[in-house]
Structure formats: C-alpha cells, structure tokens
C-alpha cells in the first residue's frame, strides 16, 4: 500500500505543478518579492520600537502559533471509486493512511518552522529567549501538529467520526496550555506536548482495531480539500470541472440596468453579470484592493507603497484578462450574432472602469495615509496614467492575441 500511495501521489504532483507554473507566474513573483520586502521591512521597523512592557505581543505570538497549527490538513488521495476496488483491502488501509500521515507532515512541518523563525524577533523584543528555547518552542508545536493530524485520522471511522469533535476540543484545550507554557517556560512545555501526541498515537491505534472505515466521509473529506486547493488555483488559470459559484447579489441590479439593452453590448451585460455576481473575478478583484489599500496605508516608505499600489493596479488587470474566454463554452453564445471586436471591447471597457475605480480608491488612501502630500499627487498622476497605459496600449493587443489562439 505504500507503494499504491506513492504512485498517487506522484501523479497528483504532477497534475498540480501543471497548474502552479500559471499561479506563480512572473507577475506573481515579482508581487510576491514586493509584498513580502514590504512587510518585512515594516515588521523590522515595529520591532526595533518594541520594549519589554509590550505584553500584547504575547498575546499576538500566541494567536499566531495557534493558527499555523491548523495549516495542513491530511492528504489522503482517496478517489471515489476506491470504496469499491480498494473494499477488499480495507485492513491494509491502515499501512495506506500512515503513509499519507508522514506525507501531510512535511509542508505543516516548513510552515511551522518558517512562521516560529518569523515570530522569533518580536518574542526577542520583549523576552529574552535563547535560540535553545526557540528549538524547543519548535519541536512542542511539532509534537502538537503530529498529534493534530494523527487525532484528524478519527474523522474517517464510522463511530470514532461522532467522538472527533470532543477530541479535538481536548487537543485544542491542550495546544492553548502549552502554547502559553512554551512563550513561559519552552521547557515545560514539550514534554506535555510529547505527551499529547503519543496519547493520540495510542488512541489511534485502539480505534482503528474495532472500528470500521467509513468510505464516504473519506472521500468527501479528500474532495473538500482539494476542493479548496483547485478553488485558490481557479483564480489564476482554468481548472477544468471546477464549479464556480454564483450569488444574486441584488443590490448590484443598479448597475446592470444601466447597460444599454443592444445586440453590440451583449457582452457588456455578459461580463458585467460575470463579474459582479461571480466569486472569482469580484473576489480577486476585491481581495487585492484590500492588501494593495493596507499596504498603502501602513507603510510608511512611500516609495515602496507606492511601488507596490502601482504594481497591485496592474496585476488586477492583467487577472482580469482570462475573462474574455469565460463564455466560450456556450453554444448559445457563439451562435448569438455578435462580432468578435464587440466582445474584446466589452471588456476592455469592464477591466478601464475596475482599474479607474481602485486607481480612484488608492489615490485617496495615499492623500490621507502620505505625509508627503507631493508624493501623494505624484502617486495620483502615476495611478491613473498606468491605467491609460494599460487599457489604451496592452490591453487590446493581448485580448487580441488571446482571442485568435
């Protein structure tokens, strides 16, 4: 079974890096290094203000690592007719989920180690903690995770499933102690932490001798997660058999009502309906004006936030070009009588009025955020000049080129 496992998952890495060279793309990275030099920067220049009377950071340090224990879920690979062919091998599945146990460990395992490392000199600022005392807060919240997933493996039995609830109250009453204990006394905490996972490993292993697996709830437990998965890589390219979902959203009505009822601005209502009542293009749309209106109104390097507010402006545009395609699998669409330039222009006048709108909502965060109120017009001057640029000049020429493909 160890190999049966293997073999899947090699293939699901397979299918997955096909999609994870469109998400991060080289837009994508170069957003990536922005944000993450920004932040990074911001989080240094908070730090050195800190002293030791700021307690609060306990409490955040202790938000924090109770949330990254929660990043990683169980990777089971199990596809809705192994209830059928796989049946027969039902005790062998233990051998089977033990390997997709220590799989599932490993991207929780960097994440833990990565976010501990990040918190490291915020704890620094106001207690002193060794980098020994860093090695045993990191292997508590290993112990912690290990026993997190182990305990997750009671959802796929048939009566076990009804009890996981209450062990996971118990396992997060146990995370909270020594969480605490940890940012206290890192060296109390991991033999309690220890302890937790090895009585997860013994509960475990009682269950799975009398009871039973249940099939169903593990394949709608595998499908939600990568559900999720393809859900957060539909925002960047096409996952094929990956419903979307659409919302009524009547208060957009307004709107819609003032696009001209025409046989030219057919596409107009098309991709304006698509757009506002989607949860892909709106919500993208949406989250990155979120991020690209806190940074500019936290950070306080100008230049960067401006950097990064122009940079935001550009990828919401470029995010917003795969909508031209959204409706080629409709019959009734092609055969409707509308010329292909109709259809590029509909867009084009979508994505100019989203762009002009966050250019709209940046400028007046940067006059109220910038000291500076010159750099603040100069931010304004730029915003709206690249949406020019953008519409007026890239944009017909790639919905061109994307179109003819």
């Known amino acids: 079974m160890k190999q049966f496992y293997k073999k899947r998952l090699a293939s699901h890495q397979k299918q997955l890096m096909t999609y994870l060279k469109y998400v991060f793309n080289d837009h994508m990275m170069i957003a990536m290094t922005f944000i993450l030099g920004g932040l990074g920067l911001y989080y240094s220049n908070f730090v ?10 306990f409490l955040i340090i202790w938000l924090i690592l109770l949330f990254t224990l929660h990043i990683g879920k169980l990777a089971t690979l199990i596809k809705e007719a192994d209830k059928v062919f796989l049946l027969p091998k039902e005790k062998q599945m233990h051998e089977y989920l033990g390997t997709a146990l220590r799989h599932s460990l490993i991207m929780p395992f960097f994440a833990i180690i990565l976010i501990t490392g990040a918190c490291y000199p915020l704890l620094l600022a ?30 796929f039995f048939v009566k076990s499933r009804y009890q996981a609830k209450k062990i996971y109250g118990i396992w997060l009453l146990a995370s909270v102690i020594v969480i605490a204990l940890a940012l206290w006394q890192p060296l109390f905490s991991l033999p309690i932490a220890v302890a937790t996972a090895l009585l997860s490993f013994v ?18 437990s595998e499908e939600s997660r990568m559900k999720r998965i393809y859900r957060f890589i539909n925002l960047f390219t096409d996952v094929p058999g990956m419903p979307t979902t659409v919302h009524r959203r009547k208060y957009f009505d307004p709107i819609l009502a003032k696009i001209k009822s025409s046989q030219e601005r057919t ?36 230049i960067l936030a ?39 222009k509909a867009l ?15 400028s007046l965060i940067a006059l109220i ?32 080129k994307m179109t003819n493909l």
């Open 48 to 57: 050195k203000t800190l002293t030791p009377d700021f307690k609060v950071g």
């Open 126 to 155: 106001i207690k002193s903690t060794s980098l020994v005392e860093l090695v045993f807060i990191i292997m508590s919240l290993l112990a912690l995770k290990i026993a997190h997933l182990v305990l997750a493996q009671l959802n």
């Open 203 to 220: 509960h475990y292993n009682r269950t799975k001798q009398i009871d039973y697996l249940d099939w169903s709830q593990l394949i709608q």
């Open 267 to 302: 596409f107009d209502y098309l991709y304006a309906r698509h757009f506002l009542r989607g949860s892909d293009y709106g919500g993208l749309v949406f989250r990155l004006t979120i991020i690209g209106g806190l940074a500019l109104f936290f950070i306080d390097q100008t």
């Open 306 to 344: 401006s950097g990064l507010g122009l940079l935001i402006i550009f990828l919401i545009g470029f995010q917003l070009l795969p909508m031209v395609n959204a409706f080629n699998y409709i019959s009734a669409v092609q055969l409707y009588p509308v010329a292909q330039a109709d259809k590029t």
């Open 348 to 362: 084009s006048r979508l994505i100019q009025i989203v762009l002009f709108s966050i250019s709209i909502i940046f």
């Open 369 to 400: 955020s910038f000291n500076d109120k010159a750099h603040a017009s100069l931010f304004i001057l730029l915003s709206l000049l690249e949406v020019v640029i953008f519409t007026r000049f890239y944009l017909p020429k790639k919905l061109q």
